[in-house]
Each structure stands twice: as structure tokens, then as C-alpha cells.
């Protein structure tokens, strides 16, 4: 069960997966991916040279419906109630940088997305090809070996799996107007499901017919303790002479 990294380690199994699984266009070696929000310049309303770049935007969690108030199957005792998990929809944007400056005459350029839309690509193929990432997935980029899912999500019930979110064009220029920043192609994700473990101690049903407490004799007030009745039937033969 994962405790309260779970959400971290969400974002950089999204990251860890791409770095070992993006393919890069031509005159690219790498590229690196980061987790957070878009930066802000106070340019960014001005096109400009942008290095190439995958950001993975996590921008809105939900809580999962279906596996509200619900206890992980095998886990604990199961007499024990009413701390069950949270457990967490995480939904995320993925943006690509990267352009070429375009000379367009008279001393104006201009900036091709074109290496923009090659690594955006990269990475939704990455994720349309590996959809869960389960314990045992394993790098495949030197050092290879490793494992793709961060160690506070193993051992969990739930797998981390992704889905392509459709969202509207309105619902994607709400969220770069919220934060202050032009708009930008970007592929929306959600990542379900991730628990996280409740601190709470369980509550255990108390015995029928047990006082409140061990030490302590009940109150007049308290409800009186269920009482068992025995009944013995006692038969009698007897025999005619």
C-alpha cells in the first residue's frame, strides 16, 4: 500500500518511463523531461528559440468513485471498518518545446513547431504502448535493468494505468489561462488508480454481551448485556412390570 508519496511517485514513474522510452528526431541524442508546470517567462506571449523539451503538467486530482470507501481485498482484518484508502484519479497534460527559428525576410523570423510535434508524438506513443505500468516493467536504456515504477507505488493492489483523456479545446485553454501562459499543443492523460493509506487506526466491532471496557463495570445507562438461556430437557423411562 502506498503512503503519502504516492502522488511523487506517479509523476516520476510518467518521467522515468518517457526518458527510457522516447524515440528523438533527427539531430537529437536526448531530451530531457521534466515534471510541473509550464515555466513562466514574461515573454512567453512572444514566440521565441525553445530548446527542446517534454513537461509533464499534473493539474487536477480527483478522488476515484468506484473504489471510494472501499477496502483493499486481502489486506488487514477483515473485521475492522471505516479507514479504507484514498484512492485517487491524477490527471496530467503533456507539452512539448522545441522549434527552429525561419527567416521570413525583411529581418523577421519565424518558428517552426514541427521538432515539437515529433516529441509530442514520442511521448504519446510511448504511453499508447505501455498503458500499465506494473512492478515488473524494467528500463531499456543503459543502465538497463532498472525499474521503471517508483518503489512508493510497488507492492500496491491497483495498477498505474493510463488512459488518453478527451478533453475539449475549451477545457485546455481554461487551464493555460489560469496559468497566465499562451496556449500550447498538449495531449491530457489520466492516471488511475493511486491509493493512499489512511493513518487512522481501524474500528473493530466490540463482542455482543462485552462490556465497553475490560476494567471498568457499566453504568445503570449502559445497554444491558445480552444474557444466553440454556434449556435442558430432562426424560424419564419408566418400565412396566
Known amino acids: 500500500m502506498s503512503d503519502f508519496r504516492a502522488i511523487g511517485g506517479a509523476s516520476a514513474t510518467l518521467q522515468a518511463l518517457l526518458l527510457d522510452r522516447m524515440e528523438y528526431p533527427d539531430g537529437l541524442s536526448s531530451v530531457p523531461v521534466t515534471v510541473g508546470p509550464p515555466p513562466h517567462l514574461s515573454l512567453d506571449v512572444n514566440p521565441r528559440k525553445e530548446d527542446p523539451r517534454v513537461n509533464v503538467f499534473l ?11 472501499q477496502e483493499i481485498p486481502g489486506r488487514g482484518n477483515s473485521s475492522g471498518y471505516g479507514q479504507p484508502p484514498l484512492s485517487l484519479n491524477l490527471h496530467y497534460l503533456v507539452t512539448a518545446y522545441g522549434n527552429t527559428a525561419v527567416s521570413a525576410g525583411a529581418g523577421t523570423s519565424l518558428f517552426d513547431d514541427t521538432q515539437a510535434h515529433f516529441l509530442l508524438g514520442s511521448a ?19 543502465p538497463s535493468g532498472g525499474l521503471v515504477l517508483h518503489e512508493s507505488l510497488r507492492d500496491g493492489y491497483e495498477r498505474v494505468r493510463l488512459s488518453l483523456e478527451p478533453l475539449t479545446l475549451e477545457d485546455v485553454t481554461k487551464v493555460w489561462t489560469a496559468l497566465a501562459l499562451r496556449y500550447r499543443l498538449s495531449a491530457a492523460y489520466v492516471v488511475n488508480v493511486v491509493q493512499i493509506e489512511s493513518r487512522r487506526a481501524k474500528t473493530f466491532p466490540r463482542p455482543v454481551g462485552q462490556p465497553p471496557s475490560a476494567t471498568v463495570p457499566p453504568l445503570p445507562s449502559d445497554t444491558p448485556a445480552r444474557r444466553t438461556r440454556t434449556s435442558v430437557i430432562v426424560g424419564v423411562w419408566i418400565e412396566k412390570t
Do not use: I
Open 124 to 142: 504519446m506513443r510511448v504511453f499508447h504502448d505501455v498503458p500499465m505500468v506494473t512492478e515488473g516493467l524494467t528500463a531499456v536504456r543503459p
Open 59 to 69: 493539474y487536477r486530482v480527483t478522488e476515484n468513485g468506484y473504489l471510494q470507501n
